[in-house]
């Protein structure tokens, strides 16, 4: 099984380290043709004029060869350690570069592709056609800026244009998306990620993406008898991700926030759940899921690393690997998957980690996971969210492996949301969380081809963990309240930013799909 597990580990990270690839920039310095858009093979002019392009298509040809010329002069320029005005450093090594020029001509390609036209096009109408293109409501795509301050990453600037894919009744079946951003400590990031809703049944995603320093992420996800018509459903994911933001602040509930230390989460997983559909309301699944965990040093090095403040904790040694089996029997009447305005979902589960069955680590665990959607009106509903975790067997159980509360999101019987702190922030052997948001319509709009509306929702967050079973869950809990603001085009997409204030300051999280 460790074979395995090393094999699909070398797999996944040849294909996370393609998508920027070492030293890719400095060879193909002084050969743009090898890029996607072929930028070498503009200077030939006359071809172009013989495919009957008009005067200012050509025009627009040469300014690209102008512009090509530049990017070729300033990759063989050094960037490194020239400070700006601000005092920013420009670090743009040879990775970073790549994965800019190859954004930069795509767009430049879309630019182009948009203003060609034949010979006997009048000039007028090529004017209307230009003056329509600055249309933001005729572009294919949106084109959102990013600037996020996340409780463990810090702070993150970029542009993330965003392609919407609409059925034959004007409903969003599929966005794709990919990014380029800056962020002060991991450098230059760009990733691609495309979200597929072909019917209600089914849905899959697609990730990839890296950093300039360390991290690394490749996730493709499938699932399919969702709607639960048929005996059974299936659910799998491929996961590689190197997060070097991991923050540990000590076990415990009353863990200090002065012994905050930084590390690089490695993991590779293998996740497997097969559901027995006993109604359409009724399921039993089992969950499998292999993973193989390494600990390293961090990307913050203003902050130290776990294995140097807390070198008794149990999960720091390279190459652990667990295999987690779970049964789990949830009871569902909500009206929509990602979008629910009304019912109820409930979900009952256990898990072992054995030892003798391809783990390094023996620990057993049992919760719960309940989410109720009251609608009070056709603008408002109230959400309310209750996760319990429990682990009563595992002595030397790691780390990594023990419930955690805090971040946005809701992952049933593993980490708990507490939107007011990072992800991670508190992390012992026993969890409760307890969430609630009132979920307000406050505009409905047509835009970009389809039917947008646009959510406040006020939400209030409890947490804790601790350690012995016999604690009262409900003592000791960390407060947090806070406003959500959602961007919804239904029937499956919601995108959101939620801001929470906890008793260590403010917190910002976004992301797809609702937190629960």
Not at 250 to 266: A, I, K, P, Q, V
Not at 381 to 396: D, E, K, N, W
Not at 402 to 413: I, M
Not at 491 to 511: T, W
């Amino acid at each position: 099984m460790r074979v395995m597990l090393l094999m699909f580990r070398s797999f996944l990270r040849d294909l996370s380290a393609a998508l920027v690839p070492a030293g890719w920039a400095k060879q193909n310095a002084t050969n743009l043709c090898k890029l996607n858009f072929p930028v070498g093979c503009l200077s030939n002019l006359d071809k172009l004029f013989r495919m009957k392009l008009n005067w200012r298509t050509a025009r627009t040809l040469k300014n690209l060869v102008k512009i090509a010329e530049t990017w070729r002069a300033a990759l063989s320029c050094n960037f490194h350690h020239h400070p700006t005005p601000l005092g920013i450093r420009r670090v743009l090594c040879a990775d970073g570069m790549a994965v800019l020029l190859r954004v930069s001509f795509c767009l430049l390609a879309l630019l182009l592709l948009s203003s060609m036209g034949w010979a006997d096009t009048t000039e007028s109408s090529s004017w209307q056609n230009l003056v329509g293109y600055l249309d933001p409501r005729g572009w294919p795509f949106i084109p959102i800026p990013e600037v996020g301050t996340d409780p463990n990453g810090g702070t993150t600037a970029g542009i993330m244009p965003v392609f919407l894919f609409l059925d034959e009744h004007q409903q969003v079946n599929r966005i794709v998306n990919g990014d380029l951003t800056y962020n002060s400590t991991l450098g230059i990031g760009s990733s691609l990620q495309v979200l597929s809703y072909p019917s209600d049944d089914i849905y899959w995603s697609a990730t990839a993406g890296g950093a300039e320093r360390i991290a690394r992420t490749v996730d493709l996800f499938y699932s399919t008898g969702l709607s639960r018509e048929r005996w059974w459903s299936f659910e799998g994911r491929v996961l590689f991700d190197r997060d070097p933001t991991e923050r540990f602040f000590g076990l415990g509930n009353g863990s200090r926030s002065g012994n905050e230390t930084n590390y690089t989460l490695e993991q590779e997983a293998l996740t497997a759940r097969f559901g027995l559909n006993l109604s359409r309301q009724l399921q039993l699944a089992l969950d499998l899921r292999p993973r193989l965990v390494d600990i390293r040093r961090g990307a913050f090095d203003s902050l130290p690393y776990v294995g140097t403040s807390f070198p008794q904790l149990d999960g720091l040694q390279r190459g652990s690997n667990e295999f987690v089996t779970r049964l789990l029997l949830s009871y569902d009447t909500r009206n929509s998957l990602n979008v629910p305005t009304n019912g109820a979902f409930l979900s009952v589960w256990g898990g072992i980690t054995d030892q003798r069955f391809l783990s390094s680590v023996s620990y057993s665990m049992f919760g719960l996971e309940a989410r109720h959607y009251l609608p009070l009106s056709p603008r408002f509903t109230l959400a309310s969210h209750l996760g319990m975790r429990y682990m009563p067997v595992g002595q030397q159980v790691p780390f990594w492996a023990l419930s955690r509360l805090g971040g946005d999101r809701s992952e049933v019987g593993f980490q708990q949301p507490l939107r007011g702190f990072g992800e991670g922030r508190f992390i012992d052997r026993n969890l409760f969380a307890a969430n609630a948001e009132l979920r307000t319509h406050v505009l409905e709009h047509d835009i970009f081809g389809t039917h947008a509306i646009l959510e406040l929702a006020p939400f209030i967050d409890v947490g804790r963990v601790f350690h012995q079973m016999d604690e009262n869950p409900l003592s000791g809990l960390h407060p947090v309240g806070g406003m959500g603001f959602r961007g919804i085009a239904a029937p499956f997409v919601v995108g959101y930013v939620d801001i929470g204030y906890g008793s260590e300051g403010v917190a910002f999280f976004s992301g797809v799909n609702y937190p629960f």
